[in-house]
């Protein structure tokens, strides 16, 4: 509880030299300058929007890929695929930003490019509002999918094996082994991140 000290500063006229305890009290006013900012209805639902959006998209994809992983038969090419999904996890989101900006770049980015090439002008997704949020979303998925998964993979090793054996006996394909074994297998991991994710 003691970082929650800190919440005192938000009704307090902060000096420096005072300190927290020995600035004057603000009471309400930096709450009523807040709501009462010609922009505060925009960025509140700007940023529901994209928690929203955020969590519609980005909280199932790790499921999927950890499936997708988990299928893969050759043990180096699954390595190395587990290893190139997590490594943008380690990239800052300063250097993230940058390399976000050069793709989208419409001058010299590749999705600009690729874009010409089937006739199209050049987009600068960046500034275009129509565009940002979904590019946020999709950065934030290929920062966050690798190392998401991990959890899923750990919980995807602890199905029992017998039940895949006994349905690859009975006839089943991969597709409904997934379906049918590993989703619901995984679903209390499954529904303790989606909780987790809200939050």
């Known amino acids: 509880y003691k970082p929650m000290y800190g919440i005192v500063l938000a009704f307090k006229d902060f000096k420096i030299r005072e300190g ?31 928690s929203l959006m955020n969590l519609a998209f ?23 695929f587990q290893t190139a999904s997590y490594l943008p996890h380690f990239i800052s989101w300063v250097v993230m930003g940058g390399i976000i900006a050069e793709l989208l770049s419409p001058s010299r980015g590749v999705v ?6 089937f006739g199209r002008d050049p ?5 275009e509002p129509a565009y940002f ?6 950065t934030d998925i290929w920062k966050s999918v690798g190392w998401g998964s ?9 199905v029992d094996m ?7 006996i009975d ?9 049918r074994i590993t989703l619901p297998s995984i679903l209390p991991t499954i529904v303790t991140m989606f909780i987790l994710q809200v939050g």
């Open 58 to 80: 980005s909280w199932p994809v790790p499921i999927v890929l950890a499936i997708f992983i988990s299928e893969i038969g050759n043990r180096r090419v699954r390595k190395v």
């Open 112 to 117: 600009n490019y690729l874009l010409g090439l």
């Open 150 to 158: 991990i959890i899923y993979l750990s919980a995807i090793a602890g």
């Open 162 to 168: 017998e039940q895949y054996e006994s349905a690859a």
């Open 171 to 179: 006839g089943a394909t991969r597709w409904d082994m997934a379906v």
């Open 133 to 138: 949020r979904g590019v946020l979303v999709v």
């Open 20 to 50: 927290i305890m020995g600035s004057p009290w603000a009471g309400l006013k930096y709450f009523n300058q807040l709501f009462e900012a010609a922009s505060f209805w925009e960025v509140l639902s700007n940023t529901l929007i994209i």
């Open 123 to 127: 987009v600068y997704f960046l500034a």
